[in-house]
């Protein structure tokens, strides 16, 4: 049996499905159509490390499976907050009018706190994965604490895969 696998908009046949050893686990089997080429638009937007960026979206959607993703068009686990692009709350996250609204909201999160975080704490521009993953750990990003783990995993295949 053959199955079709979309790996951040690249389209791969493959004979034999094993979760288990494709990307070290990472199975990216259900990304929607509308991230195909998100990588390309985040270098567009002007989005600092867009690899990470694209990284964080398929573990907080669960590659578009999760309920949060699907419900309340929130692709970054993004909480309610004071800025402009979310319409409410919705299991505990913010709830966006559309996926993009969801993308609107990282990329001034990213605008506002990153520069903050260099200036602050770091004393010079984060220019590195490393850098960025310091900056995300630093400001709690996340609950999960192997979440840097898991998303450098997500990170390697993408740049194996020359996404971005």
């Not at 195909?36 to 669960?62: C, S, W």
């Not at 419900?71 to 692009?85: D, I």
């Not at 996340?142 to 740049?159: G, M, P, Q, S």
């Amino acid at each position: 049996m053959k199955y079709i696998l979309l790996l951040i908009g690249l389209w791969y046949t493959i004979e034999k499905f094993d979760p288990k050893t494709l990307f070290e686990q990472v199975v990216v089997v259900k990304v929607v159509e509308k991230e195909k080429n998100f990588p390309t638009y985040l270098v567009k937007k002007g989005v600092r490390f867009p690899e990470i960026v694209t990284a964080q979206m398929l573990h907080e959607t669960d590659c578009g499976k999760s309920a949060i993703c699907k419900e309340c068009n929130n692709y970054f686990g993004m909480k309610a907050n004071s800025r402009e692009f979310n319409i409410g709350t919705c299991r505990g996250h913010a709830k966006y009018a559309t996926p993009m609204k969801s993308l609107e909201d990282y990329i001034a999160w990213q605008a506002i706190y990153l520069p903050y975080y260099e200036k602050e704490v770091l004393h010079r521009s984060a220019l590195t994965k490393k850098d960025y993953y310091k900056f995300l750990t630093w400001i709690g990003y996340a609950e999960d604490l192997d979440y840097i783990k898991k998303i450098d995993v997500y990170v390697r295949a993408i740049e194996e895969l020359h996404l971005v």
